[in-house]
């Protein structure tokens, strides 16, 4: 097995992190695991699974997964979501790579991405290239504080895949759009300084729907296509809508607590 050091931040994953560090075991002799102040069991059972466990609170994606590199004994490092898991496919594939004598500095994996037990192919969901293995003291994570990922113009592909449970149900994926995803995004664009008008949320909404379900083939994927590309268009209207609101509405701004973005 290569030296691996696996990275998982966390925040409320109890029911999720168990599975992911087993996951990661297969090619981790080290497992890093960032906490964002949960509330519930998942310190507890990181540490249960000798996970090296540290509490961190929450600086965005690109920086909190930064903050794990930093506790890795090993230079090359494996990132991998809660709700995410390694293949065995791809296990036996990165097991066969001679890291130390690599020309690459970065891989990329396939993430296969699921809503229930429905593997997803249309929207850009499959094969959707990611990359998760890399050489920190070449390249890391982009501070961006949403959807970072690590840039390397050095990069191999493994052909293998992480199966990521992206939704329980596509109740849940309207209402993570609707809630959680838009309003980090909210906060994060207004935080950026960035204006936007009246206009902009049904600019947004239009193109987002029009992207996937058009472009990026949601039109042949059935109803989880259809449900796909609403979903998209309904984060896009919430986040723009919500910063326009804390452009025009000081009491809307004032309730906002712009130190929890998660």
């Not at 809660?82 to 990329?108: K, Q, V, Y």
């Not at 109740?171 to 995803?181: I, L, N, P, V, W």
Request: aromatic content about 12%; overall charge neutral.
């Amino acid at each position: 097995m290569n030296g691996i050091t696996g990275l998982i931040i966390t925040r409320n994953e109890e029911k999720n992190v168990e599975e992911c560090i087993r996951s990661l075991l297969l090619i981790c002799d080290e497992v890093v695991v960032v906490d964002s102040c949960s509330t519930d069991r998942t310190v507890d059972i990181a540490q249960a699974m000798g996970a090296k466990t540290y509490v961190q609170p929450y600086l965005g994606d690109g920086p909190q997964k930064n903050v794990g590199i930093g506790y890795a004994s090993h230079r090359w490092v494996f990132s991998l979501d809660a709700d995410e898991r390694i293949s065995p496919e791809l296990a036996e594939a990165i097991n066969a790579i001679d890291l130390e004598h690599t020309p690459f500095e970065a891989f990329e994996v396939r993430r296969r991405n699921f809503i229930g037990s429905r593997w997803i192919r249309c929207c850009h969901w499959y094969p959707n290239w990611l990359v998760r293995l890399y050489r920190t003291d070449m390249t890391r994570y982009t501070d961006s504080k949403q959807h970072a990922s690590v840039p390397s113009a050095n990069k191999g592909r493994i052909k293998a895949d992480i199966i990521h449970q992206a939704y329980d149900n596509i109740g849940e994926m309207f209402t993570k759009q609707a809630h959680s995803f838009s309003s980090r995004s909210a906060k994060i664009i207004y935080q950026s300084g960035k204006r936007v008008t009246a206009f902009s949320p049904f600019v947004h909404a239009f193109a987002a729907f029009f992207l996937n379900y058009f472009v990026r083939g949601g039109i042949w994927g059935g109803l989880d296509g259809l449900s796909i590309s609403k979903a998209m268009a309904l984060n896009a209207y919430l986040k723009y809508a919500r910063v326009l609101e804390y452009q025009r509405d000081p009491k809307v701004l004032d309730n906002e607590n712009f130190n929890e973005v998660w």
